[in-house]
């Protein structure tokens, strides 16, 4: 499949590169802040709620900020999975 750079990638290194900026959504960046949160301070700063992820109905494209219902989970569940150490296959 093409790469927007005009290269071939195979559909591992394609889920590889999904994973990875749905993961991006949840890992805290260079200030400490979820995207996922937005600017939340509760949620991003408290420490009774900073550390509880949600998994929220569906995200801004542009930002990553959780819309949508918290509670109800469906595909972003997966995250949990994604968040999991992973053993690379040679």
Known sequence: MPHPLG???TLQQIADHLSE???RLFR???A???????DNALLQN??????YLLFYEYFHGDNGRGLGA???????GLIAKLLM????EG
């Open 7 to 9: 290269q071939y990638l």
């Open 21 to 23: 900026r749905l993961v």
């Open 28 to 30: 805290r960046d260079e």
């Open 32 to 38: 400490g802040k979820r995207p996922i949160y937005g």
């Open 46 to 51: 408290d420490p009774h709620f900073r550390d």
């Open 70 to 76: 918290p509670h109800q989970t469906g595909w972003t």
């Open 85 to 88: 150490p992973r053993q690379k």
